[in-house]
């Protein structure tokens, strides 16, 4: 269905269209791939095309949820809608992600693309049609404008807020100490004045507007650092300050971008982080996106870099400066899952928590090495670092993530399904809206308790909070899958899922892919298991029997080990 502005009636099923018109609609598509709003999987922006481009063929009152099924979504010839939702669902969460689109770029974009409810064809309003007649860039060169239109955008508001701050200092009466921190973004640091600059003045306008969503910090964009100085030295009085500075390297096929966050005024280093992105150039704009929300959550996320910085912040008390120093190292493991890095972070902790009887994160921590630690062992040494993850832990802390995690996955390894419940229902009202708390209760309550149900709706709601997540934020949806015997769901769940994967996630893409006969991702898990030392079935075998899971999940999974590598 195409229309014309004014128009109240659709056109023609077979306009016409000159091929340079066409072409801007295309553009329209990929901006809103770009945007970030479909997410980080190909499905969505898949999909979008493949609705566009059937209405640009003149084809667009034939699509029905058999071919977008079948077309798109993997389905086979003998797809049945009326017992498979798939068409609807992901129908559904494609509107609701344009409609969320068109809402930030009502007046900007030339193209409008719309799905009307109850119906899977595209609606495409052209706003003006003189528009349409400029001349067209290469598209090579289509990201450059968008990157050049973020950063003006971002450098405007920045620029706003940061002559706001100038104009309006904080006087003694009302400075607060537990006034919010304000975070100061550092001009974005690259390697050339060219194409690379221009996306690292983007990513730095991105990462401001991720960071701006926290309502707990302030968040500015600074001309130059000698501005910084200056301003701050008048205006802040009782708050924390926090410099965020990033490094961009183009690397040939991806961009690296290092991030540091510095205290002010003494720029001692407080965290830092590495993220890379692909440089696919029809998806820059996604990768700004993909990185900037990467890096905002490292810094804003509960337990991010930020937060535990702040945890340090009380002057002259050492122990929270060991706290700090602690709890990055422990949150640096757990991205990386590197044993050198474990051990530094585990000896950190270990000194620190004797010190510290009230540094429960801590505690926490530890136990959550204890049983990671049991994971991979059997017998009587599992039931003693199970044992010694309990002694850890201590009482439980309703007011601490970490001891709420440590609580439920030591629930989980002992298969006390009345406690695990109690625990993620607890935490659950607690922390409604936090996408890691949802995720994480989710996998354990269908892994370790099979409530399914819930489980699945709390990682579809983690999703949806967190588009760009870890990968247990669909590991119960593939468990379900493979033990409902739906391989390729199973296959298709664990291609949209990060690969910044520990040993457990390749022992199940493992599974996966010797359940769906898919080799390539065979070939991948089995080489990066042999780094495990997991070189055959049996090895692999017992590692899955190790997770602390229900018996059907393991026998799932275990299944699709044998058949993988039998």
């Known amino acids: 269905m195409i229309s014309r502005a004014g128009d109240l009636t659709p056109s023609k099923p077979s306009p016409e269209y000159s091929r340079e018109q066409e072409i801007k609609i295309l553009e329209a598509v990929d901006r809103v791939a770009g945007s970030g709003v479909l997410g980080t999987g190909d499905r969505m922006p898949d999909l979008l095309g493949y609705l566009v481009r059937e209405e640009l063929a003149g084809r667009g009152d034939r699509i029905k949820s058999f071919s977008i099924a079948t077309d798109v979504l993997g389905r086979g010839k003998g797809f049945d809608p009326q017992s498979d939702s798939i068409a609807r669902a992901e129908m559904t969460r494609l509107r609701k992600a344009i409609n969320h689109y068109n809402a930030g770029h009502s007046t900007t974009d030339a193209v409008r693309i719309t799905i009307p409810k109850g119906s899977y064809r595209p609606a495409i309003n052209i706003a003006d049609r003189a528009l349409l007649a400029r001349s067209f860039l290469p598209s090579g060169s289509r990201w450059i404008v968008f990157v050049a239109v973020a950063m003006l955008a971002c450098v405007a508001v920045g620029m706003a807020a940061w002559s706001a701050l100038r104009r309006t200092p904080i006087s003694p009466a009302a400075a607060r100490p537990i006034a919010p921190p304000l975070v100061v973004m550092q001009p974005a640091a690259s390697h050339d004045r060219g194409r ?261 709706d709390l990682q579809a709601r983690a999703r949806a909070l967190n588009p760009l997540a870890d990968p247990w934020y669909r590991l119960a949806a593939v468990a379900k899958a493979m033990l409902d015997g739906d391989a390729l769901e199973a296959r298709d769940q664990m291609s949209r899922t990060p690969q910044r994967l520990f040993r457990t996630g390749h022992i199940i893409r493992l599974a996966v892919s010797g359940a769906a006969g898919d080799m390539p991702m065979m070939a991948d898990a089995t080489a990066r298991l042999a780094e495990f030392g997991i070189r055959d079935r049996h090895a692999a075998r017992a590692a899955i029997d190790g997770e602390c899971w229900s018996d059907d999940v393991k026998e799932a999974f275990g299944r699709g080990v044998d058949a993988a590598m039998r």
């Open 196 to 456: 690379l600059a221009m996306f690292a003045a983007g990513l730095r306008g991105e990462v401001a507007a991720e960071l701006a969503k926290q309502q707990w910090l302030t968040v500015i964009q600074a001309p130059q650092m000698s501005e910084v100085d200056d301003a701050l030295k008048k205006a802040v009085q009782g708050r924390a300050v926090y410099l965020v500075e990033m490094r961009i390297t183009d690397m040939g096929d991806n961009y690296t971008v290092s991030t540091f966050l510095k205290r002010w005024p003494d720029q001692a280093v407080r965290w830092s982080g590495y993220h890379d992105g692909l440089l696919l150039a029809q998806q820059t704009g996604r990768i700004l996106r993909s990185l900037a929300t990467e890096i905002a959550r490292d810094l804003a996320s509960p337990g991010g870099a930020i937060g535990m910085a702040e945890i340090g912040r009380i002057d002259g008390d050492a122990r929270h400066e060991k706290r700090f120093a602690c709890l990055i190292g422990i949150r640096q493991y757990w991205r990386s899952y590197d044993p050198a890095v474990r051990a530094e972070a585990e000896a950190c902790l270990k000194k620190a928590v004797p010190e510290d009887p009230g540094f429960i994160s801590g505690r926490a921590a530890l136990a959550l090495l204890s049983i990671e630690s049991a994971r991979q062992a059997s017998g009587p040494e599992r039931q003693r670092l199970l044992a010694e993850a309990g002694r850890q832990l201590g009482d439980p802390n309703d007011a601490d993530l970490m001891a709420a995690d440590a609580e439920m996955a030591l629930a989980a390894c002992t298969q006390d399904k009345a406690r695990l419940r109690i625990v993620a229902k607890r935490m659950l009202a607690a922390y409604p809206n936090n996408p890691d708390v949802l995720a994480d209760a989710g996998s354990k309550l269908g892994l370790a308790a099979g409530d399914w149900a819930q489980a699945l």
